[in-house]
């Protein structure tokens, strides 16, 4: 079988001619004019118009993104030339032993800002500079200063919903809608009927 294959390979491979366009669009003319069929007539020979499309819309593709990138890198470039806000440890930070100012802490973790992350040490710069520990946690003695500091960590509970509340979303669904509407007769009297469900 393999002899066979090397065989074929050698003595039947064609290399394709890559014919100029127009030659293509010769070969179309002349199958277009002896195949009557309109199914058969152009399956075997390429769309050039198409093909023309095709290639310009992969041209305009490709200049969009590399306006796209060339963008992407000056917004880089303006973001990182931009003056950096300078954060100052206050002396109430200083007294208390940290060594990050809770505004800049909070911009890091909201910003998921990797740069800055890195520029403290990482997690472990973070956790030196407030001053806490993977393995043992926080002093329980420093934290109301702590909390004075950093704040509370505690997010605002929504208010309760009252009963009625309930039951207006209930009457809002479709559901019990046509439920409530099944349940009265025609006569106008309520039954309770619950043989269809």
């Known amino acids: 079988m393999e002899k066979l294959d090397r065989y074929l390979q050698e003595h039947f491979d064609v290399p394709a001619k890559n014919p100029s366009e127009e030659a293509q669009r010769r070969w179309r003319q002349a199958v277009g004019t002896i195949v009557k069929n309109r199914r058969r007539r152009f399956r075997w020979v390429p769309d050039l118009d198409r093909r023309s499309l095709d290639k310009a819309k992969v041209r305009s593709t490709q200049e969009k993104i590399r306006v796209a990138l060339y963008v ?36 890091i973790t909201s910003k998921h800002d990797s740069k800055a992350l890195k520029m403290h040490g990482g997690v472990d710069g973070i956790s030196k500079k407030v001053r806490s520990s993977f393995d043992h946690g926080i002093c329980a003695s420093d934290l109301d200063t702590r909390q004075n500091i950093y704040g509370v960590n505690r997010y605002a509970e929504k208010p309760s919903r009252s009963f009625w509340m309930f039951v207006w979303d209930a009457f809002q669904d479709m559901t019990l809608i046509i439920l409530m509407l099944v349940w009265q007769q025609k006569d106008g009297q309520r039954a309770c009927m619950m043989a269809w469900v």
């Open 72 to 107: 992407q890198q000056a917004a880089l470039i303006f973001s990182d030339g931009a003056k950096k806000k300078e954060f100052k440890l206050t002396e109430d930070i200083i007294k208390a032993r940290f060594s990050i100012n809770p505004d800049e802490l909070a911009l």
